[in-house]
């Protein structure tokens, strides 16, 4: 059976972002009869799942320090893990930052999975130093990687790797994310809330949302709730923009379990997300999924499957006068929006995460495959 070396720099089954769509893929070769390893910092309740062997690392519980002291523990922790197992590949779920020593040690066996490009925008998107600088550094180190050992879940940001990538760049291996299809179930609900489901950061740009629902507000009588779900750094500041702005029908309800979201989801009639930048989005593909009409901005990768007036629409980046004009054509014309609804669902149908995780499994067995004839040509 093949064994492969995850490196997570935080715990993959915390669902959460890249590390949800490690530990899909991860899960998915477990059932498959790989032997999968994860290297990663230590959680709350890791799952017991068949084929699957955590190698946890004791961490302080805060995001900076969780990193640093995985990035100094997690060297001999590697060296010891790669000797007892042997691994055919080391998989480095590699954003912000790469795990450099995988990269010296074993660079005929790495898998590079980069999920975002950020450039200079991280000054604007990440919420602390730490992160904006450790983001932009750790993206040059892109330089040193073949293209050929890189995963990416978007042509978009394949696009911005070639940038960075100086051998093979066009060699970059797409492998589109996907969601649990059969989890959520189609609700057109033209009478329900406007949701918005995100992490509380810069990037996710909630600020723009709240000003643009200010303008819709003051245009005419809202009738339905603003409902903003989910926490992060920015939450405290939010909350006092949105009474400074005397918003009467916004709520903030924080975190949202699995099952919350769902429930969130089918009962909204529209979904938005003013990203300034994703690697993909994937609460919006699962608000369509919902029967949800999807609002989001024309950043890449949620370009790369949101069609403006087709499954959905998209306005500028930082433009709350559009999203504002957005909302209220939409808001204003309900039952005008079954059509984008219905698209929309077709749309996350081709998303499903099964279809997702069997092409990565496809790819991984092809580079293990090339690896295995190089050695024999040696």
Known sequence: MPTILF??????????????????????????????????????DPPDVENITYHHLSTPDSFFAEKATFFLKGIPAYRRVRSAIQPDLVYDNASPFPFLYAYAADSDRLITK?????????????????????????????????????????????????GLVRKNAGEVTVVTNGIDTERFEYAFSPDGPVLSLCELTPRKNVEMLLRAWKIVETRTVVERELIIAGDGPQREYLEGLANELTLSTVSFVGYVSESEKHDLFEEAFCYVLPTRMEGFGLTNLEAMASGCVVVSTDVPGVRDYLIDGENGYTVPSDDSQALAERLSSVLNAPEEQRRIAKSGHQTAERYDISDAAE?????????????AGKQKRL
């Open 7 to 44: 490196l997570s720099k935080a715990p993959p089954y915390r669902h959460t972002g890249a590390e949800q769509v490690v530990w899909n893929v991860g899960t998915h070769l477990a059932a498959n009869g790989w032997n999968v390893h994860f290297l990663c910092p230590e959680g709350d």
């Open 114 to 162: 980069v999920h975002a490009v950020y450039g200079l925008s991280a000054f604007q998107n990440k919420d602390h130093p730490i992160t904006q600088i450790g983001t932009i550094v750790g993206e040059q180190m892109y330089r040193l990687v073949d293209g050929s050992n890189i995963l990416t879940i978007s042509e978009s940001t394949k696009e911005r790797l070639s």
């Open 359 to 371: 092409a990565e499994r496809k790819v991984l067995t092809e580079k293990m495959a090339a690896r």
